[in-house]
């Protein structure tokens, strides 16, 4: 008997103990929960910092890759500029072969085309009121009737655009009063 009331003694001391026991793990549990979801919501931070700086790279890249590609398109075409003016001046000297002359204005007709296709635009100056972001006055004339005053009154050197970009102002004689 005795035997029997030790092990009822020993049953309800284990059975008083286990509840504590399993509060004390499941608030373990929960605290440990709570901190695994701490770390999650730091780690989706984390991730969408992350994220975003990757999409702000990105974006700088494609923009910096479009602007060095300009920047040499640019280049090329000014570069090429020279080459058009002296055409256009050999094909205004006086010439006494036609078929020569035929074929210098076809192949100024190929460039000309060419820098179309790439974006290039003359920049209309003769007659226009001068403007200093496309315009470079390199002389003064006197107004007239025809040219009024601030007006560009003669051309000595085409000016181009590449798309919205200057490539080369055109060199002008403006009137002035």
Known sequence: MENQEEIKEQTTEETSSEP???????????????EASDELEAEKERYLRLLADYENFRRRTEKEKLTIFGDAISKCIEQLLPIVDNFERAIDAPCSDEEYHKGMVMILDQ??????KQGVKEIEALGKAFDPNIHQAIKREEATEAFPENTVCEVFQKGYMLNERLI????VAVANA
């Open 168 to 171: 080369r102002p055109a060199m």
């Open 20 to 34: 504590e026991q399993p509060d004390l793990e499941s608030a373990e549990n929960e605290l440990d929960e709570i």
């Open 111 to 116: 460039l000309r085309s060419f820098l179309e």
